[in-house]
């Protein structure tokens, strides 16, 4: 059963991307203290605390996880920067730097933003369960392969002390969003998607944002000693994959 969440601290690390936005304001909605730590500000609101710094930084995050009952971590550098040491140093260090922080501040709960693409091994997957696909052997790209190291790192963290889960989004659309949509516009422009990648038949689940925030939303309501989604990752549909 989920317990109440009004009132209760939580720290959004990410909070002025895409995702973290429209989180922010679901939680406000449902009634949770929120604070944002970000490297970058891209908004204000009288309701949040901001924290700016670097996640890959202890001394930057120490003070924003003060008190935190939950903790969301939906950063990442951009998966177009294609800039590896970046990557590694953020996704995979900056995630182990949460983890090790949350655990001698005392925060109990981590809810990751990872990837869908982490199982993705190149050929379509339907009706696949969690449980039974494992990690890529050949991701997709450098971005995709941090994404793998990061949930490994968080899943393996989940204890009786401690409890950790991963949602799984695919190419997540809807307002404010800056690069799914907006680049493909662009490309289309440009004349670039005059081409059908196999027979044309191929699906693609892109999720809807505000499902997306709903899944992080369930997860951190139901994070709790003994709930089965601990150290579980779940991904995230529209329920109907999208035909083109
Ligand atoms: P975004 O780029 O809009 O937001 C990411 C945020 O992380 C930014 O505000 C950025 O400033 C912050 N950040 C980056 N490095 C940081 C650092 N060192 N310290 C502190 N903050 C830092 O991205 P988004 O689209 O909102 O994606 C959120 C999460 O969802 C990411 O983990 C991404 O991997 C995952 N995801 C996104 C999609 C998608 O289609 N957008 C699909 C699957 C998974």
């Not at 260090?93 to 869908?116: H, P």
């Not at 809807?174 to 670039?192: E, F, N, R």
Request: glycine share 10%; aromatic share 10%.
């Amino acid at each position: 059963m989920a317990a109440s969440m009004k009132g209760r601290k939580c720290l959004v690390i990410g909070g002025c991307g895409f995702l973290g936005q429209h989180l922010c304001e679901a939680l406000l909605e449902k009634g949770w203290s929120v604070q944002v730590f970000d490297i970058r500000s891209t908004f204000e609101d009288s309701r949040i605390k901001f924290f700016i710094g670097d996640l890959c930084k202890k001394e930057d995050l120490k003070p924003a996880l003060e008190g935190v009952y939950c903790v969301f971590h939906c950063a990442s550098p951009a998966p177009l920067s294609n800039n590896k040491t970046l990557f590694y140093k953020v996704n995979y260090e900056g995630t182990k730097n949460i983890i090790e922080t949350c655990q001698e501040v005392g925060v109990k709960r981590l809810v990751l933003t990872s990837s869908a693409s982490v199982v993705y091994e190149g050929k379509g997957i339907r009706n696949g369960k969690e449980e039974e696909l494992p990690y890529a052997s050949k991701p997709l790209d450098y971005y995709t392969e941090t994404k793998i190291l990061q949930e490994k790192a968080v899943l393996a963290a989940n204890s009786d002390d401690f409890y950790t889960v991963a949602i799984r989004p695919h190419g997540i659309f809807g307002p404010k969003d800056l690069q799914l949509v907006p680049i493909a516009v662009d490309m289309a422009k440009k004349g670039k998607m005059k081409y059908i990648i196999g027979d044309g038949k191929n699906v693609v689940d892109f999720t809807y944002v505000g499902n997306v925030v709903h899944g992080h939303i369930l997860a951190a309501e139901n994070l709790n000693l003994g709930s089965p989604i601990c150290g579980k990752a779940y991904h995230i549909t529209n329920a109907e994959p999208i035909f083109f």
